[in-house]
């Protein structure tokens, strides 16, 4: 069984910042991949930004320049640092993995999601 733990999400206002943890626990063989995405209401899931047990990363267009993403892989914890928030932030931001629990087995693991709100 693998989790994947969220914090960090609150309320702030714009241009403000705030720094979400996500951290993986259970039985991991090896994360391939840890990312951000994110649902505003009425609106599908989207990714935010991702990175790769080799620390490549991949942003949103509508956050680059303002969002990093950066890993602990010793401690299986992804973190994501917003700067500049604007209102249209606003959403549940959900930890995601990709990761390996045996040589051969991988899941696709989510977390509970953390909301974030930006006010104007």
């Known amino acids: 069984q693998v989790q994947l733990v969220e914090s960090g999400g609150g309320l702030v206002q714009a241009g403000g910042s705030l720094r979400l943890s996500c951290v993986a626990s259970?039985?991991?063989?090896?994360?391939?991949?840890m990312g951000w995405y994110r649902q505003a209401p009425g609106k599908q899931r989207e990714l935010v930004a991702l990175i790769t047990s080799g620390h490549s990363t991949n942003y949103a267009d509508s956050v680059k320049g303002r969002f990093t993403i950066s890993r602990d892989n010793a401690a299986n914890t992804v973190y994501l640092q917003l700067n500049s928030l604007k209102p249209e932030d606003t959403a549940v931001y959900y930890c995601?993995?990709?990761?390996?629990?045996?040589?051969?087995?991988?899941?696709?693991?989510w977390g509970q999601g953390t909301l974030v709100t930006v006010s104007a």
């Open positions: 259970g039985s991991i063989f090896h994360i391939v991949s």
């Open positions: 995601n993995s990709r990761l390996y629990t045996t040589v051969r087995d991988w899941l696709d693991v």
